[in-house]
């Protein structure tokens, strides 16, 4: 799985939009960017995935740069509950199983009051 | 639906004890993985189960770890015997290949090892 870079800490205020950078340079055509975060004290948490469009859910956006070497995550109004660690993790998804998740050190994102 | 389940939520035990770990995934998931999380290596995988078989364990980290799954709904990780540096919190995860979310890991709580 490709290789990620992600600030190891941001800051954001309440009600902002909070954006999450990711560098991948070295992806693979057929590698997906996911989106997990883990709260304190809590197991990590899906957010979002997309291979080259970008993607939105209830949750976060995801915006893929046209060549795919860069990523960013956004949280359109953050709130206090989304202080949390962010991990950007590259992987392959061929359909025909699933492993494991490598995690790399995330950025560790506090929304400030 | 309860998400993934695990037991306990915190262990502490000394040194040379049997520990034994419990996870019941989401019903109907077919993959469970297990990782550690400790502050110096961060989150790693340690072995996961497809159909309750082991497909890779590549990252136990040595004979003293094993884990099973008996059937869909329960794996256990055991360490025996236990060591101070095996202190971590340990999670467990399930996912299905099924739908359009397809491979989405979800985690459960976790289990706070202490190993005095």
């Known amino acids: 799985d490709a290789k990620t870079t992600q600030p190891t800490s941001m800051d954001c205020a309440e009600g902002r939009a909070a954006n999450l950078p990711c560098n991948h340079s070295t992806i693979s055509g057929n590698e997906y960017v996911y989106w997990y975060r883990q709260i304190h004290s809590q197991g990590p948490q899906y957010i979002i995935h997309?291979?080259?469009n970008n993607e939105t859910n209830e949750m976060a956006s995801l915006i893929i740069t046209e060549d795919r070497k860069s990523s960013t995550l956004i949280l359109p109004h953050a709130t206090l509950r989304d202080t949390a660690v962010y991990y950007c993790i590259v992987r392959v998804y061929s359909g025909g199983g699933a492993d494991g998740l490598t995690f790399g050190k995330g950025t560790h994102l506090i929304i400030q009051p | 639906d309860a998400g993934v389940i695990q037991s306990p939520r915190h262990e502490v035990t000394e040194m040379g004890q049997e520990v034994t770990l419990r996870c019941k995934p989401i019903s109907g998931h077919d993959y469970l993985f297990w990782y550690r999380q400790t502050m110096m290596r961060g989150l790693e995988l340690l072995i996961y189960f497809n159909n309750n078989v082991p497909i890779d364990d590549s990252g136990m980290p040595e004979d003293r770890f094993s884990a099973k799954m008996p059937n869909a709904s329960f794996s256990t990780l055991k360490i025996q015997p236990s060591e101070p540096r095996d202190s971590a919190v340990y999670f467990c995860?399930?996912?299905?290949?099924?739908?359009?979310?397809?491979?989405?890991?979800?985690f459960g709580p976790g289990t706070r090892l202490t190993v005095l």
């Open positions: 997309g291979l080259k």
């Open positions: 995860a399930s996912s299905t290949q099924g739908g359009l979310i397809t491979d989405t890991q979800y």
